[in-house]
Structures are given as structure tokens and as C-alpha cells.
Nanobody
Framework: QVQLVESGGGLVQPGGSLRLSCVVS????????MGWYRQAPGKQRELVAV???????NFADSVKGRFTISRDIAKNTVHLQMNSLKPVDTAVYYC??????????????WGQGTQVTVSS
């Protein structure tokens, strides 16, 4: 059984930083794409950042230059470093990982979500 466990959310003042982490455990062949989404109250869930198996990354325009995404394959972990946080970054952040659970079979898994609140 696959589990995604997120950590690192919390309350931070505008201009501050937070680092989110997501650890994958369970049985699978390999990790494909790893990413983070967020959902603010009353809004749709949106992509924040993604890192592919080859190492390429994409970011939402609203976080470019402020957020970075990285992964530690040996530890089955993906991180989201968030700097220069703004109140508009307030949302529940979800880890999202595509796992190869059988040869050529990819399944998408979601974390439980972690709250990030940016407020003075």
C-alpha cells in the first residue's frame, strides 16, 4: 500500500519562508513525476510546481522566482522551498506523485494536504 506523508506547513509572516516535504512509502517500481498543487478557499486546485523523472521542472507563473522544487530519489522525497511568501499563497498544499506500480503502469497518488497560511 502506497502512502504519501506531507510535512512542513504552518503559519508564516509575509516575506517569510517555509519548506514542504512529501515522503512516499510502500511498494512500487519507480517514481515518475513529483509535484505540488494547492487549493485556496473557494478556488480550484492549481498546479504549483512539478519535477519530472529526468529532472526538468515547471512552475506556476505566480511562484516563479520564489519557489523551488527538488527531490531526493534515495529517500523517495520531494521538497517545495517557498520563499518571499505572500498572503495570496495561503492554501492547502497537496503532494502529487505518479508512481510506476507495474511495468508501464502509472498511478497518481495524492497526499493528505498541509495548510500554509501567510499572514501578519
Amino acid at each position: 500500500q502506497v502512502q504519501l506523508v506531507e510535512s512542513g506547513g504552518g503559519l508564516v509572516q509575509p516575506g517569510g519562508s517555509l519548506r514542504l516535504s512529501c515522503v512516499v512509502s510502500g511498494s512500487f517500481y519507480s517514481i515518475n513525476t513529483m509535484g505540488w498543487y494547492r487549493q485556496a478557499p473557494g478556488k480550484q486546485r492549481e498546479l504549483v510546481a512539478v519535477i519530472r523523472s529526468g529532472g526538468s521542472t515547471n512552475f506556476a507563473d505566480s511562484v516563479k522566482g520564489r519557489f523551488t522544487i527538488s527531490r531526493d530519489i534515495a529517500k523517495n522525497t520531494v521538497h517545495l522551498q517557498m520563499n518571499s511568501l505572500k498572503p495570496v499563497d495561503t492554501a492547502v498544499y497537496y503532494c502529487n506523485i505518479d508512481l510506476e506500480v507495474a511495468p508501464y503502469q502509472l498511478v497518481r497518488y495524492w497526499g493528505q494536504g498541509t495548510q500554509v497560511t501567510v499572514s501578519s
